[in-house]
């Protein structure tokens, strides 16, 4: 499969007119829209993406054997051709993108009539050779020793199309030498983050999935949570736990619940509303940080214990959050944990799976039923037996063991999946499948002689 990883570098301040290009390219996305709205009949009647960006870019640029239609030429004269083509796909894929979601909205499928708005952000694509060079020299003198290397780009200087050095660090210069060795390299994308523009360099590498059969793969089964910030399991297809790890970031939360509470402080105190706002951008960043150290130490674990697939609930708290752990609900970055181990996974050979999340902490892993969760330290329940377990291992075996369980019945013929279900019914409901399941699963397979 492939799998994309991209790289931002940072463009150092310089006299430099980045700004009037990013504004001039604007103008033209501005520009395109509303003519592509306009002969959007005629465009959507092409199936073919190449035909219809053809036709698209016909209609505005002018050439020996084409009249075009609209003025685009003279609007923005001696715009470079490919940073035209992609000021022509952006304002494409608006109007695209708008005329669905219309179609959406006659049907009653979405609540409230789109607009389509001329405005946007849209970054322009430097393509290679034509908008950017790499050039590790200046005035004819290596640079490679210094602190920043130098590319070359072209910009508008307000008059006219020319080529600028464009100064990065030497550190963002060599991690793309490092990490473009052997992959392909696609064109880098101008975006602005946090007042400062940087240069997204695009990664392309062709990976191998493991092709373990089932018999022999293991699974790393993670449970995601508030109090823990993940617990991960190591589990062969028998239900055999073969390794268990705890990842917590004590000093991250700790960091994070002081920032949330000078906010809460400044909230309710007079004179203070000023300080929110640089605060919550604060904390925002800091809970971003902990999601990458989080993600990269639940593959790092996977990896090390040669895990072929990695296991997550799948999570959705819908409607209004309420009670005295909203804030830390409201923090929680459960969808881009996963996210990020998603792509840390597909880059390390792994592949990512997720179970029904009902009822896995709340049934104890051993099939004695529901838990009472400790009301001091919400971490630790008691089952019904009376025995003291943590509440997140316990979960990180249930949500393995419904992964097998679902694997399992999967793979068998019909026949031969009713007649497992018949002698095991708990396994039907996979909203209650706890790891006990999947070992009276495997017993009753052993013993019916099913593979």
Partial sequence: MKVRSSYGAEIRKQNIPIRATLDLYRKAVAWLI???????????????KNRQFNLAEHLVHETKKNRAAYPFDAAFPKMPSYLRRSAVRHALGSVSSYHTRLKMWEKGEITGKPKLTARNHAMPVFYHKEMYRLNRKRDGREISGSREDVIEMKLYSGKDWLWYPVRLLHT???????????????????????????????????????ERPEEEQKICAVDLGLNTHAVCCVMDREGAVLARKFIDFAGEKDRIGRMTGRIRRAQRTPGMQNQIARRWRYAVRQNEELSRKISSAVVGFAKEQDCDVIVFE????????????KQKLHLWRKRDIQKRCEHLAHRNGMRISRVNARGTSAYAYDGSGKVTRDKENHSMCTFAGG??????LSASYNIGARYWIREILKS????????????????KRRSRCVHEDLLRLRRTMMEKGIA
């Fill in 172 to 210: 963002d210069m060599e991690y793309l030498r490092k990490h473009r060795a052997g992959k392909r390299t696609e064109s880098p994308v101008l975006e602005k983050r946090h007042k400062k523009y940087f240069l997204r360099f695009a990664f392309a590498e062709d990976i191998l999935l493991s």
């Fill in 412 to 427: 068998l013929p019909g026949t031969a999946g009713s007649l497992l279900e018949a002698e095991v019914p708990s396994v």
């Fill in 314 to 325: 799948h999570l959705e708290i819908g409607g209004k959050i309420s009670g005295s752990r």
């Fill in 34 to 48: 509303p003519v592509y709205d306009r002969e959007w009949e005629l465009l959507a009647g092409i199936r073919d």
């Fill in 387 to 392: 025995k003291r377990y943590h509440a997140d």
